[in-house]
């Protein structure tokens, strides 16, 4: 999870002063009032807090195409701005590095889970439902916290769960598999379910033996399945911390799953599965040690 960064009066204030500056130099010659267009939601407190520091009156417009100026409360890619052809201002722009990566609550925004809380009620509505009928009032605090687990991953660090013993493993060399682990992920493009299962194996290094329990494998796949993912980086990415955390000969992923995204919606390919292997060291440049490996990922 990003960084929460709370935005208190004081701070806003200077914010929005930062801005007014930047309009005044801009020098719009527009009479009376500078019409502003403020972007919803966040845009309208923003235009609010500015106006508050400008040395002339405002008057927000609901058409565009009658502002002189926009207002957002922050840009983040400029998607938004690039919408506009208009000169844009904003409290913070997140292109800027010491606001980069930082998740920013405003005075306006009560408590981050409630932010949360209410999109999925504007979920609700947006998908024809009625966010007050009786079943639905506890939901948006359930769905927020079944996200959160969904995506515990985030806040999890492989290099903990990759604890190693080296007791009683010198010498050992053969190759260690734990075969079908389930899994349940969320494909990052439509935020929909992907499950299946991975196949896991290792051959450690003889010289250098660091061995983990059969249990910690399935623990890595959940710390990196427990994100927003597509399916080949999740396959990498178990296979790239098994090889900087253990240094063994090789390491060997195989993942099949089901995407929820492309089976109950669009193509609707039902059943498929999609398979993704990725193969390390040993399992990459051994014909023999590949082919084993290859065989246990069969049904
Ligand atoms: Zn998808």
Redesign the pocket.
């Known amino acids: 999870m990003s960084e929460k960064y709370i935005v208190d009066h004081k701070l806003l204030k200077t914010l929005a002063a930062a801005a007014a500056v930047k309009i005044q130099a801009d020098d719009f010659n527009t009479g009376a009032h500078l019409k502003v267009f403020a972007v919803p939601r966040g845009g309208v407190p923003a235009a609010l807090a500015i106006g508050n520091e400008l040395n002339r009156k405002i008057r927000l417009v609901d058409d565009v195409a009658h502002a002189d100026i926009i207002i957002d409360d922050l840009v983040d890619s400029g998607a938004t701005m690039a919408r506009y052809d208009k000169p844009f201002y904003v409290l913070v722009d997140k292109r800027e590095p010491e606001w980069a990566g930082k998740w920013i609550v405003w005075p306006w925004e009560a408590g981050s889970d409630g932010d949360v809380e209410d999109n999925v009620r504007r979920l609700l509505q947006f998908v024809g439902e009625d966010p007050n009928r009786g079943g639905l009032l506890e939901t948006p605090a359930r769905v927020a916290k079944a996200w959160l687990e969904w995506c515990a991953g985030y806040a999890q660090d492989p290099a903990d769960i990759l604890k190693v013993f080296e007791d009683g493993a010198d010498g050992y060399d053969e190759m260690i598999v734990v075969r079908d682990i389930p899994f349940y992920s969320k494909?990052e493009?439509?935020m929909?379910d992907i499950f299946g299962t991975a196949t896991i194996a290792y051959i450690p290094n003889p010289d250098a033996p660091r061995i983990v329990g059969l249990s910690k494998l399935s623990r890595l796949l959940d710390v990196y399945a427990r994100r927003l993912q597509v399916q080949e980086r999740l396959t990498a990415q178990v296979a790239d911390s098994l090889m900087e955390h253990l240094k063994p000969k090789g390491a060997g992923v195989v993942i099949k799953a089901r995407?929820m995204?492309m089976e109950s919606r669009g193509i609707n390919k039902q059943g498929s599965s999609t398979v993704t292997s990725a193969l390390r060291g040993v399992f990459k440049t051994e014909p023999d040690t590949r082919a084993e490996f290859m065989s246990l990922t069969r049904d």
């Open positions: 494909c493009h439509h929909a995407h995204c």
